[in-house]
T-cell receptor
Framework: DTGVSQDPRHKITKRGQNVTFRCDPISEHNRLYWYRQTLGQGPEFLTYFQNEAQLEKSRLLSDRFSAERPKGSFSTLEIQRTEQGDSAMYLC????????????????FGSGTRLTVV | AQKITQTQPGMFVQEKEAVTLDCTYDTSDPSYGLFWYKQPSSGEMIFLIYQGSYDQQNATEGRYSLNFQKARKSANLVISASQLGDSAMYFC????????????FGKGTMLLVSP
């Protein structure tokens, strides 16, 4: 594995259209996270999967957003009826619990999908 | 209340000098981890350094060191001998171990290194 892959890298869509992003985590990582980063801000947590189970969702994840991780491998994030406020970088990260001093968890981030809604 | 505060929107440093990027955090969880990430203009988040709340010594990774002051709830990043390639956004983040290991990020500090 070379890391976490996200596709597409860039997406321009018209307001009201649906978009879907894909994230392929590192194969042995059982945890997968989606974050959203708007201009000038740090990433904000959207949702978390452990294997195929979606265990946590942020209040930022409105009902227009849905995420899946079938079979605990790749994940998709879909935004329905996009709005201009959805324009952001969508980052995916994966991790696995590893032993070590303090129980550090190693996260690996993808390069993100930059969404522009026009 | 913000969990991670980075008060420096931007910092300037000359090449080969050291620079400190500030980070304060807020948590009631006794077990937590603190991270620093670098984000160049290309967008990827690059892990720099980690400090666990129970670690006795300050973390170091090459030119990066973390000045961890637990009582003051601060976790400042020190970059020694700055290089032009260090110019980027830097984010401090925290993971509270009582939760699902999600990261909470600060707003970031833009570092510009001049020749």
């Amino acid at each position: 594995d070379t890391g976490v892959s996200q596709d597409p890298r860039h997406k321009i869509t018209k307001r009201g259209q649906n978009v879907t992003f894909r994230c392929d985590p590192i194969s042995e990582h059982n945890r997968l996270y989606w974050y959203r980063q708007t201009l000038g801000q740090g990433p904000e947590f959207l949702t978390y999967f452990q294997n195929e189970a979606q265990l946590e969702k942020s209040r930022l994840l409105s009902d227009r957003f849905s995420a899946e991780r079938p079979k605990g491998s790749f994940s998709t994030l879909e935004i329905q009826r996009t709005e201009q406020g959805d324009s952001a970088m969508y980052l995916c990260a994966s991790s696995f619990p590893r032993t070590g001093s303090g129980g550090s968890y190693g996260y690996t981030f993808g390069s993100g999908t930059r969404l522009t809604v026009v | 209340a913000q969990k991670i505060t980075q008060t420096q929107p931007g910092m300037f440093v000359q090449e080969k000098e050291a620079v400190t990027l500030d980070c304060t955090y807020d948590t009631s969880d006794p077990s937590y981890g603190l991270f620093w990430y670098k984000q160049p203009s290309s967008g990827e988040m690059i892990f720099l350094i980690y400090q666990g709340s129970y670690d006795q010594q300050n973390a170091t990774e090459g030119r990066y060191s973390l000045n961890f002051q637990k009582a003051r709830k601060s976790a400042n990043l020190v970059i020694s001998a700055s290089q032009l390639g260090d110019s980027a956004m830097y984010f401090c983040a925290m993971r509270e171990n009582s939760g699902y290991s999600t990261l909470t990020f600060g707003k970031g500090t833009m570092l510009l290194v001049s020749p």
